[in-house]
């Protein structure tokens, strides 16, 4: 996999260790790669991708914090310079996503508008 040099996302060290965590699970699926993205839906327009997928020819190959992740280039310009964060506490357990190009956020944390 070709690696581009600039990370548009930040990854916090505790969205790396849980990353990692799933990818370590016995029944990981290998073939598959990181993927980071947004998709029309959600309450404010779009949501947040991340999750595991095939790489396809159009993807850009990323590297943050040891980790390699795949994404659509024309999704840059809604995550660029985006913090995925991993929160383990009594009130909120799951990825979490700061973005400065949100205009708008839902109360879930996982859709937002431009």
């Given at each position: 996999m070709?690696?581009t040099?600039v ?35 959600g ?14 020819a159009?993807?850009e190959t ?16 809604y ?12 009130n ?23």
């Amino acid at each position: 996999m070709e690696t581009t040099a600039v990370a548009p996302i930040n990854l916090t060290t505790r969205a790396v260790a849980e990353i990692k965590r799933l990818m370590a699970a016995d029944d990981f699926d290998h073939t598959k790669a990181l993927r980071i993205g947004v998709k029309g839906g959600g309450c404010s327009g779009m949501t947040y991708i991340l999750g595991f997928d095939e790489k396809q020819a159009v993807d850009e190959t990323f590297e943050a914090e040891g980790l390699t992740y795949i994404m659509n280039p024309g999704h840059g310009i809604y995550l660029l310079g985006m913090e995925v964060d991993w929160q383990d506490g009594l009130n909120a357990r799951g990825f979490t996503f700061t973005n400065p190009n949100a205009s708008k956020t839902c109360g879930c944390g996982t859709s937002f508008a431009v």
